[in-house]
């Protein structure tokens, strides 16, 4: 049973370019839900995707964006990278049983450096 | 006021001993609570949730939410090096499925 995958697991950009991480979700998940960790910091979520749609976002600028496809799988587009966008980039997949105790599952994150 | 806050320790602990973890929340109406262990350079990983009033017990693992007090905690017995970890509690602040608000983490240190 495939847990979540994400991919690339490290990434190097320059200032002002724009990346493109992936996520898989756990096998029989739906909902894809993005997280961006500072070092020494707490997972800030970025936003949620579910039926292909944004369904909720957190406290991010327009820069980052998503994408949600039939397969359930997830992108997440940075534009006009900033060196603040520095961090670990974490994908959680979870199922969508209309209640509100259904756990995260993580992937093994996108180690992102801006330079 | 953070939505989710938790003391950053670190919290040394000796082995064999009862680790106790805590963390508060600001928003009354939240209905899930979760707990996650993070190593170093490593995701988080799911210990427990819970969502009514009480304990839940699990292993060496007991989660306790006083949501009268907005108060949730870890407790970790009989406390293993292997335990040595950041402990993110994280909070459902709706009843739907929907975004989960983690806290800044508590590091644990068991030393032996």
């Known amino acids: 049973d495939a847990g979540v995958t994400q991919s690339p697991t490290h990434l190097i950009k320059t200032r002002g370019q724009q990346v493109t991480l992936r996520c898989s979700p756990k096998?029989?998940?739906?909902?894809v839900s993005w997280y961006q960790q500072a070092l020494g910091q707490g997972p800030q979520f970025i936003f949620q995707y579910y039926e292909e749609e944004e369904r909720q976002r957190g406290n991010f600028p327009d820069r980052f964006s998503g994408h949600q496809f039939p397969n359930y799988s997830s992108e997440l587009n940075v534009n006009a990278l900033l060196l603040g966008d520095s961090a670990l980039y974490l994908c959680?997949?979870?199922?969508?049983?209309?209640?509100?105790?259904?756990?995260?599952?993580f992937g093994n994150g996108t180690r992102l450096t801006v330079t | 006021q953070k939505e989710v806050e938790q003391n950053s320790g670190p919290l040394s602990v000796p082995e064999g001993a009862i680790a106790s973890l805590n963390c508060t929340y600001s928003?009354?109406?939240?209905?899930?609570f979760f707990w996650y262990r993070q190593y170093s350079g490593k995701s988080p990983e799911l210990i427990m949730f819970?969502?009514?009033?009480g304990d839940k017990e699990d292993g060496r693992f007991t989660a306790q939410l006083n949501k009268a007090s907005q108060y949730v905690s870890l407790l970790i017995r009989d406390s293993q090096p292997s335990d040595s970890a950041t402990y993110l509690c994280?909070?459902?602040?709706?009843?739907?499925?929907?975004?989960?608000?983690f806290g800044s983490g508590t590091r644990l240190s068991i030393r032996p």
């Open positions: 994280a909070v459902n602040p709706d009843s739907s499925a929907s975004k989960i608000i």
């Open positions: 959680a997949s979870s199922l969508d049983t209309g209640a509100s105790n259904s756990p995260l599952h």
């Open positions: 928003d009354r109406g939240s209905q899930s």
């Open positions: 819970i969502y009514s009033n």
């Open positions: 096998s029989g998940h739906d909902t």
